[in-house]
T-cell receptor, first 114, second 112 residues
Framework: DTGVSQNPRHKITKRGQNVTFRCDPISEHNRLYWYRQTLGQGPEFLTYFQNEAQLEKSRLLSDRFSAERPKGSFSTLEIQRTEQGDSAMYLC????????????FGPGTRLTVT | DAKTTQPNSMESNEEEPVHLPCNHSTISGTDYIHWYRQLPSQGPEYVIHGLTSNVNNRMASLAIAEDRKSSTLILHRATLRDAAVYYCILLRYGGSQGNLIFGKGTKLSVKP
């Protein structure tokens, strides 16, 4: 078990382009979370999945953002028509279930929109 | 959601104990107290959690006040590797979706 992995680790894109990030959770974990973190702030919740079902989305997740978790394994987070305000670290976490909800975080994908 | 209050920063000397406080005066009966930490340039890392009783694990101890309105994370012997931002988070089970609500945390500096 290598923990939660995220790819790419860094992404630089021009404003208006689309980007997609991938998260591979710990294999037996049912829950998968996406967070966003800007400099000097704590992470902010974006959305979460229980297996393949997306059960909650934050108001931070505008209609330019979409997340999927096909087959309840890896997840992707896509941002369409990126804006400079989207520049942040995007963190993925997974947990076994709600009872044992220790969340294990990946290293994050740092997005820079120029 | 119940809120937590932590000092912005603390300093410690290497190999000395560190007590990181957290106030959560509006905590409800079903709120668990979780602590995470985030080392520079890494994702957050789970440290410990508890409900009413004090808890110990290999990383730290969690002391919970009798009225549960405050708690203290205890690092028994700080090392340079413990320099991080420490987050105290309340998580409600039984209806909660489980997403963590992070504040700004306490930035711990460890001096050699």
């Amino acid at each position: 078990d290598t923990g939660v992995s995220q790819n790419p680790r860094h992404k630089i894109t021009k404003r208006g382009q689309n980007v997609t990030f991938r998260c591979d959770p710990i294999s037996e974990h049912n829950r998968l979370y996406w967070y966003r973190q800007t400099l000097g702030q704590g992470p902010e919740f974006l959305t979460y999945f229980q297996n393949e079902a997306q059960l909650e989305k934050s108001r931070l997740l505008s209609d330019r953002f979409s997340a999927e978790r096909p087959k309840g394994s890896f997840s992707t987070l896509e941002i369409q028509r990126t804006e400079q305000g989207d520049s942040a670290m995007y963190l993925c976490a997974s947990s076994l279930d709600q009872v044992r909800n220790e969340q294990y975080f990946g290293p994050g994908t740092r997005l820079t929109v120029t | 959601d119940a809120k937590t209050t932590q000092p912005n920063s603390m300093e410690s000397n290497e190999e000395e104990p560190v007590h990181l406080p957290c106030n959560h005066s509006t905590i409800s009966g079903t709120d668990y107290i979780h602590w995470y930490r985030q080392l520079p340039s890494q994702g957050p890392e789970y440290v410990i959690h508890g409900l009413t009783s004090n808890v110990n694990n290999r990383m730290a101890s969690l002391a919970i006040a009798e009225d549960r309105k405050s708690s203290t994370l205890i690092l028994h012997r700080a090392t340079l590797r413990d320099a991080a931002v420490y987050y105290c988070i309340l998580l409600r089970y039984g209806g909660s979706q489980g997403n963590l609500i992070f504040g700004k945390g306490t930035k711990l500096s460890v001096k050699p």
